[in-house]
């Protein structure tokens, strides 16, 4: 199945706060990046994607043939303009299995926010982010 990618979308929240947890947050957050996205190392972040299906996400208008995988697959020599993805529940999200479909939109609604997204774009594709 080929596919373009429009975004993969990453984003998790921390489950539990202790104290000693929250201390060490307070000395990573010295404004230099280590490692680790800041959804991993500081509080207050909303996984808006669960990582098995698009339950809290809906397409804008018809047909909506977004999906997830388990895997991405790119042949940057015989199929650059295109993506393949591993389907069944998994931590991706395609944008149908022939990378043009509807725009996915959260059902949250969101202010201003501060977004980690991490995503991959077969050859002449556009993110739409």
């Keep these: 199945m080929l596919i373009r990618l429009l975004g993969a979308l990453v984003v998790a929240a921390l489950a539990i706060e202790a104290n000693l947890w929250a201390q060490q947050r307070l000395e990573l957050n010295d404004g230099d990046a280590h490692g680790d996205a ?4 500081e509080g207050g ?9 698009l339950a809290g996400w809906h397409g804008l208008g018809q047909p909506n043939e977004w ?6 697959f ?10 393949a993805g591993l ?10 299995p022939h990378g043009r479909t509807v725009n996915l ?6 202010g201003d926010i501060e977004l980690y997204l991490e995503f991959m774009l077969a050859k002449g ?3 739409g982010v």
């Excluded at 790119?74 to 993506?83: A, F, I, N, Q, V």
């Design 45 to 53: 972040w909303t996984a808006l994607f669960n990582g098995r299906d």
């Design 67 to 72: 999906l997830t995988a388990r895997a991405i």
């Design 74 to 83: 790119w042949d940057r020599l015989l199929g650059p303009t295109r993506l």
């Design 38 to 41: 800041p959804y991993l190392v």
């Design 87 to 96: 389907g069944g529940p998994g931590d991706r999200m395609l944008n149908g």
């Design 105 to 110: 939109v959260t059902d949250q609604k969101f």
């Design 125 to 127: 594709s556009n993110s």
